[in-house]
């Protein structure tokens, strides 16, 4: 480990290369994280984009705007994109910023294959784009592609949607390979497992997680690959095969995705809530151990995404108990987050803004989520739009408004400019209007009885529809916002210190703003 | 897009819809909630529905309260010097105990119902359900009755050139007819994709899986009329495929089931019968828009890329045999699934249909295809 910083050391005095090519060859952490940074907002642009396509389509009862086999696959697309392009990279970018700096480490273990595995992203969604130009049109299977729909039912693009998602896995392998090893390599002398910075916690775990369930995706797309273009049947009832292998398959892999896409948001949400009640997180152990607990509990509840398949009455009982299991340690979580703020000295920037929302909407999703546990009701619930509003009220007020937060939150210390806090503030208030407009209705939409993934619906349920439509289009072009705001601050703006925040605790915060190409080539000293 | 878009903005439904739009006013709760349905089970379904939503209104209130009090009360003005405390045993036991015992309170109601659910043993009438790309077929196996149903609701309303009727995407050709106060069980199953049979007034939802039969029962004592939907993304016209039951009483049962067994009769005499080529292709028009039009279109142009055309096809035009073989047996690897469900009156009249429209008569050798062709196309199979 000594030798990894003296060389740093040597070339501390060199700074980034000039031109196109000091992104294309960086091996820098910080580099690399602006890369995964900007491009997952590039495809959460994309994605939103056809969000807006489906929000617009179900604007009125008909169909107006494009037809059910374009609209399927834009809801296919819509998820792969924001799962995989959007939510994904956004945390891998966030945890190639700060992993480094809060552990005190001078760069990621890995900084080659930090760049392979930041480079092969944008090949897999230019691949996966590109089938929309395809003869049959892009996937439109849903993101879940249960065969046989995907298999003997799919257009020929799913060719090509396979090998994409196998270069998007070997690319979050990768990268979490390369959390893992940072972490547990290049902890400065004193940065104790026990005292890690909760985002390093929430990073590793979400790291074990990727590395468990990756291969698993890619087992599954490589049994479809086959059964397509070899000739086996391993989802393929005719052939002696089983469709609801499959299932299983996909969501082994599909529920540990699901915290992966929300534990780096835990951490976020836990620090941005000390910095700004200005006092200690309430229980810092408890914290740890409920993400643990959490991480676990994900490989043993996957069948609740099937409740319907005609599992034996022992597995759905199994499944039930089990997930509802997972609300005890993210009831832990809760708790602490309003623990903390309790008697603390609360100012409310937009981060916290941030913050504070993803905590109330968060738990409104958990709790339609521990609604969808209960087997019996889930017969009722189950691929309808109350399956949709919890889902995007975990994800979009969940990891997305973390992710804005953590923007909010850093961006002084990466670009060395305070963002505009009236315009930030603005746009906190539109995206939280926009998405409660928008998912809240789709609550009702869903017990009254519309299934999701339809491009066309009965008369009783236009008049929610259309207010969510209407609440899809406030928090898409909010983000318009978003991005002039994000523009705005890396061009110029106030200087920010290196401390940015009256109460923020870390070794990032030890460093300049913005934070030197390269911080920490000789580990800091910790008390 | 946006420009459609903005055509729908100016049109004359904007003043209705904004109306509408306050939602409180026109929204009735059942618009809002669950259905409660008709059955036993699916009470029981919405009290247990009601109790777990309840119970999260009251842990949701009570968490946002003591949240929002702290925003109120512990801001920076009111609050300068933030207080010391962290970690307290006793607390977090608390909360970590708790709510395991709400969840037991919860799950011990929930494994009771779904043991009930689960009760499978054979019904008074078994009814097995195939779901078809993107269609429902019944058949009753005591009575020998057996049909699709197919969705009803016109073209033109989905396309927005008529008005929509009341059961708009909730209409279908033929209803599902069963005898109230009977046990019912239906066997579901697939024939190509993965569909599922939801009916929320029983509170039924079942995936049908090509090469399994998961089964469901109910016991409806209310005759009336009740819709239901697909929830498994099945394609294409995933959302066109709804599901209808029609409970009456025995006697009226009875009755349908007769007139049924009849219909197959008339049917029957049907495939002996001389036809003419203009008798076939009136026929097959009917078929092809229910069975064929999704794919192949109304043009017979096919999607390119997906659904191969008919008009013009070599096949179509000049290979008899092996177009009743498509038909019979479907095309491995492909979306092309066999129709041999089909009767052999139908079979006939909608390959003479695709044989004889689009100009493929003049084009190809413009021969008919009879009932008998297909009889005698089974004959050496059997």
């Not at chain 1, 060719?159 to 979050?172: D, K, P, Q």
């Not at chain 2, 909630?33 to 036993?40: A, L, Q, V």
């Not at chain 2, 599902?176 to 029983?202: C, E, Q, Y």
Request: hydrophobic share 50%.
């Amino acid at each position: 480990m000594s030798a990894v910083i003296e060389n740093h050391h040597e070339d501390h005095h060199h700074g980034p290369a000039k031109g196109i090519t000091r992104w294309l060859y960086t091996t820098n952490h910080k580099d690399i994280g602006t890369l995964y940074l900007w491009f997952s907002f590039a495809m959460f642009l994309i994605g939103g984009a056809m969000a807006m396509v489906i929000r617009a389509e179900l604007f009125q009862p008909g169909m107006q705007i494009v037809e059910p086999e374009f609209y399927n696959q834009m809801i296919t697309l819509h998820g792969l994109i924001m799962i995989f392009g959007g939510v994904m990279p956004a945390f891998v970018g966030l945890a190639n910023w700060l992993v480094p700096m809060m552990i005190g480490a001078p760069d990621m273990a890995l900084p080659r294959m930090n760049n392979l595995s930041f480079w092969i992203l944008p090949f897999a969604f230019f691949i996966l784009l590109s089938s929309l130009f395809m003869e049959g049109g892009a996937p439109n299977f849903g993101w879940t592609f249960y065969a046989p729909l995907s298999t003997t039912y799919a257009p020929p693009s799913v060719t090509f949607f396979i090998f994409s998602v196998h270069i998007m896995g070997a690319s979050s392998i990768m990268g979490a390979i390369n959390v893992v090893v940072t972490i547990m390599n290049m902890r400065a002398p004193g940065v104790d497992l026990m005292k890690m910075p909760l985002f390093v916690w929430s990073w590793l775990i979400t790291a074990y997680l990727l590395i468990a369930v990756m291969p698993v995706l890619a087992g599954a797309v490589t049994m479809m690959l086959m059964d397509i273009h070899f000739g086996t049947s391993f989802f393929n009832a005719a052939g002696g095969g089983d469709p609801v292998l499959f299932q299983h398959i996909f969501w082994f892999f599909g529920h540990p995705e699901v915290y992966i896409m929300i534990l780096p948001a835990f951490g976020i949400v836990s620090h941005i809530i000390e910095t700004f009640s200005r006092k200690q997180l309430f229980g810092y152990s408890s914290m740890v151990w409920a993400m643990l607990s959490i991480a676990i509990l994900s490989f043993v509840v996957w069948a609740h995404h099937m409740f319907t398949v005609g599992l034996p009455l022992a597995a759905e009982i199994f499944f039930m108990w089990a997930t509802m299991l997972i609300a005890v340690p993210t009831g832990v979580k809760v708790f602490n987050w309003v623990a903390t703020m309790f008697r603390g000295s609360i100012t409310f920037e937009t981060p916290m803004l941030f913050a504070i929302a993803f905590v109330v909407l968060f738990t409104i999703g958990g709790l339609s989520g521990l609604m969808l546990a209960i087997v019996p009701a889930d017969f009722q619930y189950h691929d309808t739009y109350f399956v949709v509003a919890h889902f995007h009220y975990v994800l979009v007020p969940g990891a997305i408004f973390s992710i804005m937060a953590a923007v909010y939150y850093w961006i002084p210390k990466w670009s060395g400019n305070m963002y505009d806090e009236r315009l930030g503030k603005l746009h906190f208030w539109l995206s939280f209007a926009g998405v409660n407009i928008t998912f809240f209705p789709q609550h009702f939409i869903g017990l009254a009885g519309m299934p999701r993934r339809y491009p066309d619906y009965a008369l009783q349920f236009a008049d929610w529809n259309m207010v969510s439509s209407v609440g899809a289009f406030l928090f898409g072009f909010s983000q318009i916002l978003f991005l002039f705001i994000v523009l705005k601050t890396v061009m110029g703006g106030k200087k920010a210190t290196g401390q940015v925040w009256e109460g923020a605790k870390g070794l990032e915060w030890t460093v300049a703003s913005p934070a030197p190409y390269h911080t920490f080539s000789t580990p800091p000293k910790i008390d | 897009m946006f420009f459609k878009l903005f055509k729908i903005l100016k049109g004359k439904a904007i003043p209705f819809y904004l109306l509408l739009i306050s939602p409180a006013l026109s929204a009735d709760w059942f618009a809002l909630n669950m259905t409660r349905g008709i059955t036993d089970i699916s009470n029981e379904v919405f009290e247990l529905h009601m109790l777990i939503f309840w119970i999260c209104v009251a842990i949701g209130a009570l968490v946002f309260s003591v949240m929002f009090y702290s925003m109120w009360a512990h801001t920076k003005e009111k609050n300068p010097v933030p207080a010391k405390f962290h970690e307290n045993h006793k607390l977090e036991i608390a909360w970590t105990i708790i709510p395991f015992l709400i969840l037991i309170a919860m799950a011990v109601p929930a494994s009771k119902t779904l043991v009930k659910i689960y009760d499978d043993e054979a019904g008074d009438i078994n009814i097995q359900v195939t779901g078809y790309q993107w269609k429902w077929q019944y058949r009753y196996l005591e009575d020998d009755v057996s049909f699709f149903a197919n969705l009803s609701t016109d073209l033109d309303e989905i396309y927005n050139l008529v008005p929509k009727g009341e059961n708009y995407l909730q209409e279908v050709d033929e209803m599902v007819v069963i005898p109230a106060g009977k046990k019912i069980r239906f066997l579901i199953t697939a024939n190509d994709v993965i569909h599922s049979w939801w009916m929320p007034s029983f509170a039924i939802k079942q995936d049908a899986i090509p090469g399994f039969v998961n089964t469901a029962w109910t016991i409806v004592d209310e005759p009336g009329i009740y819709r239901g939907k697909c929830t498994e993304l099945c394609g294409k016209n995933h959302g066109f495929m709804p599901i209808v039951v029609k409970v009456v009483e025995q006697a009226e049962y009875e009755e349908w089931v007769f007139g049924k067994r009849q219909e197959a009769i008339k049917l029957a005499e049907l495939t002996t019968k001389e036809w003419s080529a203009e008798e076939l292709v009136a026929r097959g028009e009917g078929i092809y828009e229910v069975n064929c039009v999704a794919c192949h279109q109304t043009s017979g142009q096919g999607i390119s890329g997906i659904f191969p055309a008919l008009a013009g096809s070599d096949i179509v035009m000049n290979n008899k045999d092996r177009n009743i073989e498509i038909l019979m047996e479907g095309v491995q690897g492909a979306a092309m699934n066999s129709f041999s469900y089909l009767s052999e009156v139908e079979l006939a009249a909608v390959i003479t249909y695709t044989r004889q429209s689009w100009g493929n008569a003049d084009k190809g050798d413009g021969e008919i295809v009879i009932p008998k062709d297909i009889v005698d196309y089974k004959e050496p199979k059997i």
